[in-house]
């Protein structure tokens, strides 16, 4: 089965399932979260959470509240200047 077949869902679980086989210090995650439906969402959200006990997981997204789910803490950018935390 061709990874282009999959939702994109499962295809950004999938993504994140190889990123954490090599078992990585760091993982940059750039707009994982975006424009999933919510259930999608909080099960990815899950997962990100799960790999960052281990990992530090810098995320980046359009959605802060999608990135709560997620991370500890969401820092909000403008510009390239912290506005928010």
Known sequence: MQ????PEAVLRRTRLA???VHEPNLVILDCLLDDLEPADA???????????RD???VA???DA???ALACDEVLTMADGIIVGS
């Open 18 to 20: 190889a990123a954490a």
């Open 3 to 6: 990874l282009r077949a999959v």
């Open 42 to 52: 909080v099960a990815l959200a899950a997962d990100i959470r799960d790999l960052g």
């Open 65 to 67: 509240r999608t990135l």
């Open 60 to 62: 980046t997204g359009s």
């Open 55 to 57: 990992t530090a997981i």
